[in-house]
């Protein structure tokens, strides 16, 4: 079992930067593969951003590609969420998640992970 808290949200001006965390308890936090994912309003929750266990890879959605960076910390049991440049598209509710499985090949699909945190609403204004 694992639970996952995100902090880091808020509201910032566009063009601005925020890092989001998410600190994982239980065991194993090096087992999982660890994700991020948005829900703006009226919108289906979308993949942002993914990081394997070992951290040696990462994946973007096209949208965050060049602006957004993922990374871990695995004796904080951490995963971040560098988010620059800003835009207001970028506005959402957003979800740390974990994968326990042995591939990553899916990242992208929210049936992938297994353990979803309960979000932090960024909000980017023009």
């Known amino acids: 079992q694992v639970q996952l808290v995100e902090s880091g949200g808020g509201l910032v001006q566009a063009g601005g930067s925020l890092r989001l965390s998410c600190v994982a308890s239980?065991?194993?936090?090096?087992?999982?593969?660890m994700g991020w994912f948005r829900q703006a309003p009226g919108k289906e929750r979308e993949f942002v951003a993914g990081i394997t266990r070992t951290g040696y890879g990462t994946y973007y959605a096209d949208s965050v590609k060049g602006r957004f960076t993922i990374s871990r910390d695995s004796p904080k049991k951490t995963v971040y969420l560098q988010m620059n440049s800003l835009k207001p598209e970028d506005t959402a509710v957003y979800y740390c998640?974990?994968?326990?499985?042995?591939?990553?090949?899916?990242?992208?699909?929210?049936?992938?992970?297994?353990?979803w945190g309960q979000g932090t609403q960024v909000t980017v204004s023009s």
């Open positions: 998640a974990a994968a326990g499985r042995y591939s990553f090949e899916q990242f992208g699909l929210e049936s992938t992970y297994d353990y």
């Open positions: 239980g065991r194993s936090f090096n087992n999982y593969h």
